[in-house]
C-alpha cells in the first residue's frame, strides 16, 4: 500500500511541471519537510541575512501572512548598510523567487515599493508550491553606497 501511495506521489510530482521529471526523481527530497529541511531559515519577524559580499544586511521585517503561506504573501524588507548601520533609502532593490529544487520554473513578478526608512514592499511574494524557496535580493545603491551592488537570498519553506 505504502508502495502504491509513494509512485503515486512521484507521478503526481512529474506532472506538475516542476522540472522534476528531467532529473529522478529524490525521494529524500519528495518527503523532507520544513522541519528537517536544512536549507531554509524558520521564519520569524525581523529575521536578517547578510550580503553576499558583506555590504548590506537585509532584514524581514514581517510576512504577511506570516510564516509564508503558500500563495500570496507580501514581505517588507529593510536594508541596512553594515558600514554605518544605517537604514538605507534610494536602493534599487530587485527580486526574484526560486525554488533550488526545481530550477525550471519561477514565479509572478514580485513589485517592490520603497516606503521609507530603509523598508521595501515586496509584492506579490507568489510562493505557490510547498518546498524551499530562496528569495534573491539585487540591491543597488546608485546614489547611496558609492554605487554599490549586492544581493542577498532569504530561504524559507512553505509547508
Ligand atoms: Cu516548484
New binding site residues.
Partial sequence: MFRVLLVLTLAIAAASG?GAAAAPADPSSEFATCATDERAMPYRAGMSVPSSAGVFTVKLLDSTPGPPVKGQNTWTVEVDEVSTGAALDGLDVSVVPR?PD?PS?GTRPVVVTPSGSGTYVLKPVYLY?S?VWEVSLVIVGATVGSGTTDSAVIPVCIP
Avoid: E, L, V
Fill in positions: 516542476c525554488m526545481h520554473h508550491m518546498g
